[in-house]
């Protein structure tokens, strides 16, 4: 793992979008990975802000979304696929047909996961995912608990998940899913990369057992410790946690340099 902990979210979406640029760079037909909620937000409007000024094209790549939330109409605005046109997809020049996502207005939800799973193999896999972690530790919507080896599946929230969630349905946990489709903790170890990005301190404790603590499905996210290739990109407070803060800080710069 290598960990960067830099000062502002806009620095680390800076890091982020430089890595997703040279990766389209070298193959413009990556297949990209990615996450919802507020934390990749400044990472897109960098993304986007690059395509204006013609510095990266999203013409030959395609997305695959992490999860979907189960139960909301197909044209609600939190709607995962609704959020990533939005605030991404719709933004730059992907493809028409080219963000995948959980179809999970199927009626068949077991088989729209397989589906969804095998897509992603189809698609020759993922080069680059995208990550957010969840204060419970979750990646994806792999809630405590799951395993490790899970493919794309069904699975439930945690009552901590549906509270932080609650601010983009008028702050009423009534209104947040109970259930969702996810990309499974095995789909997400076959990415080429794994970027994870936290950011404030909120999430010093997902970080701080994603980095130092011992592989357990208490905090599902650890597994990335098993990643050949995961990049994990903190600000100050969501590093406030991290014993060998400055190690981590050394590396970095060195590897930087
Ligand atoms: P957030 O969600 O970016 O909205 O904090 C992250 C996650 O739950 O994975």
Redesign the pocket.
Known sequence: MRIAILPTPEDIAVVAADRIQSLLERKPSAVLGL??????LPLYDELTKRYEAGEISFADTQSFNLDEYVGLPEDHPEGYANFIHRFLVDRVDFPKGAAHGPNVWTGDNDQAAADYDKAIRDAGGIDLQI????ADG???FNEPGGSFASRTHVDVLTEQ?RR??ARFFDGDITKVPTHCITQGLGTIMESGEALLIATGA??AEAVRQLVEGAISARWPATILQMHPNAIVLLDEPAAQGLELADFYREVWAKHQA
Request: proline share 6%.
């Open positions: 996450a919802t909620g507020s934390t990749p990550l957010g972690i969840g979750h990646i994806g998940t932080d969630n909120g999430k």
